[in-house]
């Protein structure tokens, strides 16, 4: 018998061994889906329930001892022939799989597992002597918890789907892996030893060279003298090499440790992918489809922090290509198409970045429909959306809350799936391609970095400073002259390979000054997001080169054109552009626009105040206002604000409320009893979120309100726009 602190000792191997075998129940039950004969997988999973009753039994933990010994009655009677393995019976076993995830998860944060479970005892005792049995109101109570995988010796959070999302806080580490950090670790020491030796070198060598100074002016030139002069000589080259040499061993051994210490944090994608068969299973069970998946390259390595954020976007690809893409039986055989669908994961290596494509054969993306949605939602660019291309369509199905599904069902819908792929993969700087054709089905591909630790591209110049593009997001450079431009609807654009394609100046975007210079050659980094293709001129290319990535200051991370900084090879920060974001500021402009605006001698900004007496907050509302081109001000309280506007007029101000000298809300008054001001637009920024300092603010004559808590670069540019424009 345990005592509590012996018991609590091992429950950690307890869980790792749990674990494995809910691994093993779901593996077998999808084997036995395809070959109910298979004896082996039978076996299979009769040994992983005898093992985990023993185990839990030792432990007593005795829900799960009797959840599994149900399940284990169940599959006897399956192995002697009193009935058959059917559907209802493989989805009782993922509930129960569900259901065994759950106690593991509260057993590692409570140390029990009592959860409400007799519904399932009652179904398994009906299975067992043949009765009808009804799966209603089997799914776990709580959320099944995220399993521990074989390279983890921790748990995790829950997902909305029961599907399992990676966040471990330790991971295992294979001891030949140690070994050469430990081995690379001694060779960076035996370097230092061997700088110590030439430094000491160098002190022999000062000491010498001070006595050969200090020599009797009698000795200069003598035969001595000009010797020791050249052994100085020998000696000073021969330290140099020395030194050259060890520091550049240095170097290499420093970067091997890098390399090593970094692939710490490298994890199986068959962590993430291995869930996603039982539920394909569990799919296709619900909606009566047939469905033939595959997963190839799950063994592939990815950066633990980008395997936690593609969890989910496949999660919801995989659900739209089921509820969506994936047609009918009866459907498929009338199109001429095998009955079953295909639905295929393809995961390779290219470039330096992870390639996931997810391919199904089904009916393919409706672009009429799509067209047909964005231009109900977006009026005012009907014409405009009405000649797109079909790829150009595609930035709007990743849009939040765009559905072409006239009615909500539990998979769609929303509008919600592809907008949170969208989310996760830009949070991990990734790219998203789509490929599809009518009854031909689609292609979503996924390019990932295969670490954040490090970054690839190109620097570029645009406006006299240097930007980093990373590479993941270039379809191309090419150097064009000035007869292949052309201007379509007022935009540049350049024929590339029979595609036409729009080019921007970057400078545009970056708040940098910009003149259109005639020139025969025109530099162009075509880049891709989305099934979308952009031109971005820049002055020049400058280099490829692989880098330690830096993410923003925290101050700084909601600048949604910059993602990062690296140095380059004078140690000069330069900073990282983000692609999608830079697209999207693109397709607002207009080139013949562009050029008016940010033509150096005909700048027309709007003058915006900001008043808030914390430093940080005005920087940070300053900063993203001009990012989006507007001149800032700013003032530390109410009083200072007036004496701004008394030098000078401002299309628009922003305020806080809480300040010291003079609150918002007197602020506010006083502005509407200036003539001058009483028509600027007011948007009010605070902590304070209260309807009815709300209410007061509006009655004063505020125009907008936004919460601290909920502040962002989004909702501050949208309140602006929607005021001046």
Not at 117 to 125: I, K, P, Q, S
Not at 199 to 222: C, H, K, S, V
Not at 711 to 721: A, P, S, W
Request: charged fraction near 30%.
């Amino acid at each position: 018998m345990f005592s509590e602190s012996d018991r609590d000792e091992f429950i950690d191997n307890y869980l790792d061994e749990l674990n494995e075998n809910i691994e093993r129940l779901d593996g077998a039950v999808l084997t036995l889906k395809k070959d109910p004969e298979n004896e082996d997988a039978l076996n299979l999973l009769l040994r992983a329930l005898h093992t985990v009753k023993g185990s839990s039994r030792m432990l007593k933990f005795n829900h799960v001892e009797a959840v599994v010994h149900g399940l284990e009655n169940v599959f006897k009677g399956i192995r002697e022939k009193r009935y058959a393995l059917s559907r209802p019976l493989i989805q009782l076993v993922f509930i129960s799989t569900d259901h065994l995830r759950s106690a593991a998860g509260k057993i590692r944060a409570e140390k029990d597992d009592d959860l409400p479970g007799g519904g399932l005892l009652a179904v398994y005792e009906k299975v067992c002597a043949s009765e009808p049995f009804s799966l209603e109101g089997l799914r776990p109570a709580v959320e099944p918890r995220q399993p521990v995988g074989s390279d983890s010796t921790a748990g995790s959070g829950t997902s909305r789907n029961g599907s399992r999302i990676v966040q471990y806080e330790t991971i295992r580490v294979k001891l030949s892996r140690m070994e050469r950090i430990i081995s690379q670790f001694n060779t960076l020491v035996l370097n230092q030893f061997q700088l110590k030796k030439e430094w000491g070198a160098i002190d022999e060598l000062e000491t010498e060279f001070r006595e050969l100074m200090a020599a009797d002016p009698g000795q200069a030139g003598t035969p001595a003298h000009r010797k020791q002069q050249t052994g100085c000589l020998k000696r000073i080259r021969g330290i140099r090499k020395n030194f050259t040499s060890a520091i550049d061993l240095l170097e290499r051994s420093t970067l091997a440790v890098q390399d090593e210490i970094y692939s710490l944090r490298m994890l199986p994608m068959s962590l993430i992918l291995s869930p996603l068969e039982k539920m394909v299973a569990e799919l296709s069970l619900s909606l009566d489809k047939e469905i033939d998946f595959s997963i190839n390259g799950g063994d592939l390595l990815l950066d633990k922090l980008v395997l936690e954020k593609l969890n989910d976007p496949l999660i919801h690809l995989v659900r739209n290509a089921i509820d969506h893409g994936l047609e009918s039986p009866d459907s498929r055989r009338r199109k001429g198409k095998p009955a079953a669908g295909t639905l295929r994961i393809d995961c390779c290596s290219e470039g330096g970045n992870i390639i996931v494509r997810l391919t199904d054969d089904g009916r393919g993306i409706n672009y009429g429909k799509i067209r047909e949605k964005a231009m109900a939602q977006n009026p005012l660019q009907a014409d405009e959306i009405r000649a797109m291309e079909p790829a150009a369509l595609n930035s709007f199905i990743f849009s939040p809350s765009f559905s072409t599904t006239d009615a909500v069902r539990d998979l769609s819908g929303r509008g919600m799936g592809l907008d949170i792929v969208r989310h996760n993969i830009e949070q991990v700087k990734g790219r998203i391609t789509l490929e599809s054709m009518p009854d031909a089905g689609t292609t979503f591909i996924l390019s990932l970095p295969l670490s954040l630790a490090t970054v690839e591209g190109f620097f570029v110049s645009a406006g006299g400073e240097k930007f980093l593009i990373p590479s993941n997001f270039i379809h191309e450079i090419a150097i064009v002259d000035e007869s292949q431009r052309m201007t379509i609807l007022d935009r540049w654009a350049v024929k590339l390979h029979g595609k036409v394609v729009p080019v921007y100046p970057l400078a545009a975007v970056l708040d940098r000054s910009w003149e259109e210079e005639p020139g025969d050659r025109i530099f162009v980094v075509v880049v891709e997001s989305m099934g979308e293709m952009v031109g971005i001129r820049v002055d020049a290319v400058v280099q490829f080169a692989s880098l330690i990535y830096k993410p923003l200051p925290r101050g700084l991370s909601g600048l949604g054109l910059l993602q990062g900084i690296v140095f380059d090879d004078n140690y000069n920060i330069v900073s990282i552009l983000y692609i999608p974001e830079v697209m999207r500021r693109f397709k607002s402009i207009r080139d013949i626009e562009t050029r008016r605006k940010f033509s150096a001698d005909r700048r027309e900004y709007k003058r915006v105040l900001v008043v808030d007496d914390s430093y940080s907050a005005r920087e940070i509302q300053r900063s993203i206002l001009e990012l989006e081109n507007y001149t800032v001000e700013t003032a530390a309280d109410g009083i200072e604000g007036l004496d701004r506007l008394k030098e000078q007029r401002f299309h628009l101000i922003i305020t806080d409320i809480k300040m010291p000298r003079m609150d918002g809300l007197t602020f506010v008054e006083n502005l509407r009893r200036d003539d001058g001001n009483r028509g600027t637009p007011v948007i009010v920024v605070s902590s304070v979120d209260d309807p009815d300092t709300r209410r007061q603010f509006m009655e004063k004559g505020a125009n907008g309100f936004i919460v601290k808590s909920e502040f962002d670069r989004g909702n501050l540019i949208q309140e602006v726009k929607a005021l001046i424009g």
